[in-house]
C-alpha cells in the first residue's frame, strides 16, 4: 500500500471513529468549517464543481458560481459528516430524517412483487435514503459499489453500507448484474447511484444540453426482469430533515431492439436527473468530470 494510500484508509477510519461519537450541532459546525475551508483553497475538486455547476445554471455570473459552489462544498461536507454518524444514529433518528414524496411510488411497487429499481443521482446523501429504507420501510435492498484502493478502504464503505442494512456487491467482476436481477426477479429491491458512467458501456444522453454518458444498467435490468425502473432526487433544505422526490416510473418502450429501448430509457433517466439537479444544484455533488467535452477537450463545446 502507498503512502497515499495509507494516509487515505487513516483519514477516512479517523472520520468513522471519531466523528459519530460528537454531538450533531458540533459536527454540523465541523463540516461547514471543512467545507468553507476547501471551498477558499480553489483545488481541482472545487474548480470542477463549479464548472459543471455552469451546465446546470447556463445564464449564472461567476459571482453566482462562486456561491452556488461554496453552498455545494457545504452540502458535500454535510454528506461527509451525516454518513460518518449514521451508524451511531438511532433508529428514530433515521426514520425521522428523511421526507420523501411520492413514497406510494415504491411501496405499491414492491407490494406488487414485481421488484423496483431505484436509480439516483449524486445529490445530497443517498446512504441516508438507503438507511431510510431499511429502518422505516423495513425493506433490504442491494445495491453495487465502486472499488476503491487501497483496498482496505473499500472494505470499510462495503462493512459501513452492510451495517445500515444493504446488501452491497463489487462493481468490477461481471458477476453483479446477474445477482441484481436474481434480486429483482424475486421481487426485491435494488438501488443504483447512476449519474455517471465512463466507461464504454455507457449511454449516450443529453444532458443540460450537451453529450454526457449514463450506466446502461438501470435500464437493462428492467427490461430483463420486468422490474420498476422509479428514479429518484433528494435534497437539502435549512432543516436536519433531507427531502426526497419518487419520480414516475420509466416505461419500457414498446417497439425498438434492446440497444434503442437502453437509450431511450436512460435519456429518460437523465431527465428525471436533470430536473432534480436544476431544483437543487448545490445538492450535486459531481466533483469529476462528466460531460464527454470534458473528458475528450479535442471535441470542444457541444
Known sequence: M???????????????????????PVAVRLGRTIADLAWKQRGKGVLRLEANYARVVPDAT???????????????????????????????????GFDPKDIHRLTDGLASGQGVILALPHLANWDLAGAWVTTKLRTPFTTVAERLKPETLYDRFVAYREGLGMEVLPHSGGSAFGTLARRLRDGGLVCLVADRDLSASGVEVDFFGEKARMPAGPALLAQQTGALLLPVTLWYDDSPVMKGQVHPAIEVPESGDRAEKTSVMTQALADAFATGIADHPEDWHMLQRLWLADLDPAKGPA
Not at 2 to 24: I, N
Open 62 to 96: 461567476p459571482e453566482r458560481l462562486r456561491a452556488l459552489s461554496r453552498a455545494g462544498m457545504r452540502s458535500y461536507l454535510r454528506y461527509w459528516m451525516e454518513s460518518f454518524r449514521l451508524p451511531a444514529w438511532s433508529a428514530e433518528r433515521v426514520r425521522t
Open 2 to 24: 502507498s503512502a497515499a494510500d495509507r494516509l487515505s484508509d487513516t483519514l477516512y477510519g479517523v472520520g468513522w471513529g471519531t466523528v459519530k461519537k460528537l454531538p450533531e
